[in-house]
C-alpha cells in the first residue's frame, strides 16, 4: 500500500473477478465521499465490496442513494438511532448484559459466539427496532451471518422472506410504533414508502445492526 499510495494514491486489486480500484489517501477519500457528481453511491448491491447482488434483491436504503435522497431518507429512521440515548433504553440493555454475564459466570466454559455475543446483540436489536424480544429467537435461527456462509457461499433468502412477511403484517395492522409499523407509514418525496424501500430499510439494519456487529 505504501508505494502505491506515494506514487498515485490508488490501487487496483483484483477481487471476485472484477477490478477494483482502492483510495488510499485520506484527502482523496474524503473529497471522494463529497463528491457525488464524480462519484455515486447509487448502485443498487453493489456499494458492499464484494457485491451483494446474489445474496439480496432490494437497495439497502439510505446507503445506496446519493444526496439529496439520501439526507430524506436517513431522516425517516434517525428517531430509531437515537433510542440508544433514552434512560429506559440503556437500563434495558444494561439489564440485558448483566444477565448473560451471570448466566455465562455460572457456566465452566462457552462459545463466546453463539452463546454471548449473537444473544446479546439479537435480543438488543429488538430494543432497537421496538418489537418483542422473542423476535431474537427468529434471528438466532439464522446462525452467525443472514448473508454469506462458509466461502461466500450464498444465504439471504430466510431473511427476506421474514422482511416481507413483517411488512404485510404491519400493513395488515396498522398503526405499531415497531420499525416495520412505523416504515409503512413513512412518506418520501410526498408518497408513502414501497414494501421494496421499507425492505431496504430493514435489510441494512440487519446487516449492519447484526451480521457487522
Known amino acids: 500500500f505504501k508505494k502505491a499510495r506515494q506514487e498515485t494514491g490508488v490501487l487496483r486489486a483484483e477481487l471476485d473477478g472484477e477490478n477494483i480500484p482502492l483510495i488510499l ?68 440493555v444494561e439489564a440485558l448484559i448483566a444477565g448473560l454475564l451471570e448466566r455465562t459466570a455460572a457456566r465452566p466454559s462457552i462459545e463466546v459466539v453463539h452463546d454471548f455475543a449473537l444473544p446479546l446483540q439479537c435480543r438488543a436489536l429488538t430494543y432497537l427496532m421496538n418489537l418483542p424480544e422473542s423476535e431474537a429467537e427468529t434471528w438466532l435461527g439464522w446462525g452467525t451471518h443472514v448473508f454469506r456462509e462458509g466461502e461466500g457461499t450464498k444465504k439471504g433468502a430466510a431473511l427476506e422472506q421474514y422482511i416481507y412477511r413483517r411488512i404485510d403484517l404491519a400493513l395488515a395492522h396498522p398503526g405499531g410504533e415497531d420499525f416495520f409499523g412505523v416504515l409503512t407509514r413513512c412518506t418520501f418525496q410526498g408518497r408513502l414508502l414501497t414494501r421494496d424501500e421499507v425492505a431496504g430499510f430493514t435489510n441494512l439494519m440487519f446487516a449492519g445492526g447484526r451480521d457487522t456487529i
Open 25 to 92: 489517501r485520506h484527502k482523496d477519500l474524503r473529497d471522494a465521499a463529497r463528491d457525488t457528481t464524480a462519484f455515486t453511491s447509487d448502485t443498487p448491491c453493489r456499494v458492499p465490496i464484494p457485491s451483494e447482488e446474489n445474496v439480496r434483491s432490494v437497495r439497502q436504503l439510505p446507503i445506496e442513494v446519493d444526496p439529496p435522497a439520501h439526507t430524506e431518507y436517513r431522516a425517516l429512521v434517525e428517531p430509531f438511532f437515537k433510542r440508544p440515548n433514552e434512560p429506559e433504553y440503556v437500563e434495558k
